[in-house]
């Protein structure tokens, strides 16, 4: 599996122009790569925003060997404790675990909804969305357009 930054994200949202939104998607990147054995063989760091600017997603993630799919999510989500109600999600056609959580950030409303399977571990940071939605089927969406079988 490879993973590859699409050009815009779900229904057409282009790269955002925050550069602190795109660090922090790189610095997840960072994380994400911890939880491999060996080096990444591909990653992914990008965010992108809604033409109107009121949502964004932070999407993060590395391929490589992962030997425990649950355990490297378990210490993921560890790395993240102001998110509240984390419960798995499907993971979609990829197949492998996936888990989703809520919390909150400088007011502004956060899901974080991530997966790992034997190839990959990566996540999709949401902000912005309204806090009785659910990111869950966005996120099948979202990790549907990072994922590239390796050739």
């Avoid at 809604?50 to 378990?74: F, H, I, M, N, R």
């Avoid at 790395?79 to 979609?92: D, N």
């Avoid at 996540?123 to 912005?128: E, I």
């Amino acid at each position: 599996m490879r993973l590859e930054k699409p050009e815009k994200l779900l229904s057409g949202w282009p790269e955002s122009k925050s550069r602190t939104l795109r660090e922090q998607a790189q610095q997840n990147v960072g994380g994400l790569k911890e939880l491999l054995e060996g080096e990444p063989t591909s990653a992914v760091a990008a965010a992108y925003t809604t033409a109107d600017e009121q949502y964004s997603a932070l999407v993060s993630g590395v391929s490589g060997k992962v030997t425990d799919p649950k355990a490297s999510l378990d210490r993921l989500f560890a790395t993240l404790p102001r998110l509240s109600g984390v419960k798995p999600t499907r993971p979609g056609p990829m197949g492998g675990d996936a888990r989703c959580g809520k919390g909150e950030t400088q007011g502004v409303n956060v899901e974080v909804c991530a997966w790992a399977d034997h190839h990959s571990v990566g996540m999709v940071a949401f902000l912005g969305f309204p806090s009785t939605g659910s990111a869950a089927s966005t996120f099948v969406r979202a990790r549907s357009q990072l994922e590239r079988p390796a050739t």
